[in-house]
Nanobody, 122 residues
Framework: QVQLAESGGGLVQPGGSLKLSCAAS????????VGWFRQGPGKERELIAY???????NYADFVKGRFTISRDNTKNTAYLQINSLKPEETAIYYC????????????????WGQGTQVTVSA
């Protein structure tokens, strides 16, 4: 199991952008699917997007072209570019990884890192 650390959050004005990073430990990162999630105050945690070991991407409907997930296996890091942020998208953003089975990931284990706080406010 890889260990993950999220970074890149902060305070941004409505309509602004951020690029979040998910740094992984170990040499097996390239075999993992990576997903980005978020949990806002009083809300359920939700899946935003995931990227497979060979770079295929899948997005939640609410993303609507505003978010881009990517990865750089040479740096053991996945990214989430988020644009046109809205105040209601204030949340803690998390990444998660699991070995790529070739099927849709479940991200079923209970481990969650600390995440990175994104606050959208004027």
């Amino acid at each position: 199991q890889v260990q993950l650390a999220e970074s890149g959050g902060g305070l941004v004005q409505p309509g602004g952008s951020l690029k979040l990073s998910c740094a992984a430990s170990g040499s097996l990162f390239r075999f993992y699917v990576v997903g980005w999630f978020r949990q806002g105050p009083g809300k359920e945690r939700e899946l935003i997007a995931y990227i497979t070991s060979d770079g295929k991407t899948n997005y939640a409907d609410f993303v609507k072209g505003r978010f881009t997930i990517s990865r750089d296996n040479t740096k053991n890091t996945a990214y989430l570019q988020i644009n046109s942020l809205k105040p209601e998208e204030t949340a803690i953003y998390y990444c998660k990884a699991e070995l790529d089975s070739g099927y849709a990931p479940t991200f079923a284990d209970d481990y969650w890192g600390q995440g990175t706080q994104v606050t959208v406010s004027a």
